[in-house]
T-cell receptor, first 115, second 115 residues
Framework: AQKITQTQPGMFVQEKEAVTLDCTYD???????LFWYKQPSSGEMIFLIY??????QNATEGRYSLNFQKARKSANLVISASQLGDSAMYFC????????????FGTGTRLKVLA | KAGVTQTPRYLIKTRGQQVTLSCSPI?????VSWYQQTPGQGLQFLFE???????NKGNFPGRFSGRQFSNSRSEMNVSTLELGDSALYLC??????????????FGSGTQLSVL
């Protein structure tokens, strides 16, 4: 069964520094996709970045990049030049079993950016 | 393009009552999914609708039900409310393709408190 593990309940980072949020996953599907979402205190989940299992390069979206290590089954999110507005919950997610339409989310990491 | 709209934003109910939550997806999106988010259990999949048909269902009791209308708007109903139903209920819309890179667009959620 698919599983997403985020082992960091909370993280602190100094403004303008980079931070890495960890995510490991488990799946038996040969083809899969991994997502990162940000949830500010307002509640809305905001899509940040996507990595496909067959993508040759790590995904990047502005200040967000994904450190994808397929053999280790890890998909860590790297936020460069942290900003105060980056303070939020961050969730790693993947599609459920092949053919289904549910997504599985990790327990999240609460990031606090310090001024 | 308007985002996903959920109403109401907050709800307070008492045990035994029933509640209906509403979700209007992004224009053109035919899939609507519902997730329950609690501090203890994280994000859990409730069900997904596509073109008025439920395609997937999570492991929730029959008190949780949903439907989708011809305009893709969706409603979720919880009957005989229990204290444990207190949660943030998130709705997500998408095109509905069964592809690894299909991303979800979330609303801000309905915060339900059961007293």
């Amino acid at each position: 069964a698919q599983k997403i593990t985020q082992t960091q309940p909370g993280m602190f980072v100094q403004e303008k520094e980079a931070v890495t949020l960890d995510c490991t996953y488990d799946t038996s599907d040969p083809s899969y996709g991994l997502f990162w979402y940000k949830q500010p205190s307002s509640g809305e989940m905001i899509f940040l970045i996507y990595q496909g299992s067959y993508d040759q390069q790590n995904a990047t979206e502005g200040r967000y990049s994904l450190n994808f290590q397929k053999a280790r089954k890890s998909a860590n999110l790297v936020i460069s030049a942290s900003q105060l507005g980056d303070s939020a919950m961050y969730f790693c997610a993947m599609r459920g079993p092949s053919g289904t339409y549910k997504y599985i989310f990790g327990t999240g990491t609460r990031l606090k950016v310090l001024a | 393009k308007a985002g996903v709209t959920q109403t109401p934003r907050y709800l307070i109910k008492t045990r035994g009552q029933q509640v209906t939550l509403s979700c209007s997806p992004i224009s053109g999106h035919r899939s609507v999914s519902w997730y329950q988010q609690t501090p203890g259990q994280g994000l859990q999949f409730l069900f997904e609708y596509f073109s008025e048909t439920q395609r997937n269902k999570g492991n929730f009791p029959g008190r949780f039900s949903g439907r989708q209308f011809s305009n893709s708007r969706s409603e979720m109903n919880v009957s005989t409310l229990e204290l444990g139903d207190s949660a943030l209920y998130l709705c997500a819309s998408s095109l509905g393709r069964v592809q690894d890179n299909e991303k979800l667009f979330f609303g801000s959620g309905t915060q339900l408190s059961v007293l």
